[in-house]
């Protein structure tokens, strides 16, 4: 498995923007596909966006569609999640993900967790 350590979270008003990083080690990242999930207090964790190990895939959960960007590094070994025009709803701490297998929407398709960062968004 790939170690996974998240960065970048941080407290924001609404309409400002963040952006999480995942530093991969311990394997080849380059083979990986990779995802964000994030959990809200209270709720289950839930699907962000995702990307295939070349970025020629890439999902979006509908809530993050057009204001999210999810990117790979394949050099640095390096994930990220550019998080624009954020939004109250969107407070939740977020986790990056990997897998060898094609990148998926589940939590179930993914062996490598990272520890989570935390986004707090206020209005």
């Known amino acids: 498995q790939v170690h996974l350590v998240e960065s970048g979270g941080g407290s924001v008003q609404a309409g400002e923007s963040l952006r999480l990083s995942c530093a991969a080690s311990?394997?080849?990242?380059?083979?990986?596909?990779m995802a964000w999930f994030r959990q809200a207090p209270g709720k289950e964790r839930e699907f962000v966006a995702a990307?295939?190990?070349?970025?020629?895939?890439?999902y979006y959960a509908d809530s993050v569609k057009g204001r999210f960007t999810i990117t790979k590094d394949n050099v640095e070994n390096m994930g990220y999640l550019q998080m624009n025009d954020l939004k109250p709803e969107d407070t939740a701490t977020y986790y990056c993900?990997?897998?060898?297998?094609?990148?998926?929407?589940?939590?179930?398709?993914?062996?490598?967790w990272g520890q989570g960062t935390r986004v707090t968004v206020s209005s």
């Open positions: 990307c295939s190990w070349s970025a020629a895939t890439i």
């Open positions: 993900a990997a897998t060898l297998d094609a990148p998926k929407r589940t939590e179930g398709g993914y062996a490598s």
């Open positions: 311990g394997r080849v990242f380059i083979s990986y596909s």
